[in-house]
């Protein structure tokens, strides 16, 4: 005997995404308390015993963030990421009564004033200094890319590794999702009595 039975009906997701530079990288660099590249364990024994609300930027090691911000609150040291959603910056872009900024540095400022702070977020009251500076590569990549957009780097006429160098900095903005329903094909299915 021989049964024909449709196929269960499937849909195609497609998510068109751009690419945007941090837009405040150069404030971000010249910040005192911008760390660079540090994971969590540096940046908890450069905060081991600083008082409460002792904070430093850090980049992120999750490839899907570009910073985090490592703080000491309730006499431990925390870590939060910074999340990106419609080109704002928060802790939650889920939640929409978390507070969100437009740039990383206004983000912080906000979480300075301790009565802003909910007991489950960053209060981030002292900045903690970097005791060194970044190479001049970094300065000028921040400042470069302050002037152009992500896709105006390929344009520039410059070496394949160094618009590399410069993207680095950047995040993904979703800007179309199209759900596409594919032909139903009937499945033969034979079976044997």
């Known amino acids: 005997e021989v049964a024909q039975k449709l196929t269960p009906r499937r849909i195609h997701t497609q998510i068109d995404y751009i690419h945007c530079l941090v837009p405040d990288m150069v404030t971000i660099v010249n910040q005192p308390y911008y760390w660079g590249v540090m994971d969590r364990y540096e940046a908890e024994d450069v905060l081991e ?3 409460e609300g002792t904070f430093l930027l850090r980049d992120s090691a999750q490839e899907d963030f570009l910073f985090s911000v490592s703080f000491r609150r309730y006499g431990r040291t925390l870590h939060a ?15 929409p009564a978390v507070y ?29 200094p970097r005791p060194f500076t970044f190479p001049l590569q970094a300065l000028c990549r921040s400042v470069i890319c302050k002037f152009t957009s992500y896709d105006g780097i390929n344009s520039l006429r410059l070496p394949g590794s160094l618009k590399d160098y410069l993207k680095v900095y950047h995040y993904k903005q979703r800007v179309r999702v ?7 094909q009937p499945a033969i299915k034979i079976t044997t009595v």
């Open 100 to 128: 969100a900024a437009p740039t990383v540095c206004q983000l912080l400022e906000h979480y300075k004033n301790p009565d802003c702070c909910m007991f489950f977020e960053p209060m981030l009251t002292t900045p903690l």
């Open 49 to 51: 015993g600083k008082p």
């Open 178 to 184: 199209r759900r596409f329903e594919m032909d139903k």
């Open 81 to 95: 990421r910074i999340e990106q959603w419609n080109h704002l910056f928060s802790f939650d872009v889920h939640d």
